[in-house]
């Protein structure tokens, strides 16, 4: 909840220690054991606050961001409200493993592919000395292709999506948290939409 608090008042490096947090929390492997699994908590149905990717879409999408623009460009900003058309909770393996983002060519990413990306390659625990060639695709913004038009010319493409998809993510598992294991926390958690 702190990193989630110094993340909406304009510190977006704190999404890196975040994904951490997330990995650390959700992350199964078989040398590896996540702290929900271990507190009978990974399973269940977990809170989506966006709809799932359309097939039918053409175009790229990522349904855990939105976008603000403005005089000195576009940035990307986490999607806290539950939108009307998205289910309102998901069994944990579609939730963690279903496709987020889908790129132009079909090519998608889930919320384990972004959080283990930033927590395990981008400085969240580690830094690696390159980036695979999806993460590296979405986090430069090619992954989804979007631009801010400038005086009717293409500007630049608007890159960096992954530090708003890991604080949604994070406001997702919050929310989860919050309705089955609310001992956990000593204030019930308030999310505070990004302006």
Known sequence: MAYCKHFDSGEPEFSKPMATAVRVLLHQTRNSHSVLHQLNL????????SPPLNPRNLLSECNLVVMRVGPTGAIYLPQLEFLPVGKSR???????????AKAQDKVTMSRMDIVCAVANMDGGAHIDPSFTALYERFRTGEFLGWRAMREG?????ISSPQYACIRAIAHELLLTLGKYAPWCFRAPYQAVPAH
Do not use: D, N
């Open 90 to 100: 998901m069994p944990f393996p579609e939730w963690w493993t279903g496709p987020v």
């Open 153 to 157: 010319e293409p500007g630049e493409l």
């Open 42 to 49: 990974r399973s269940g149905r977990y809170f989506a606050v």
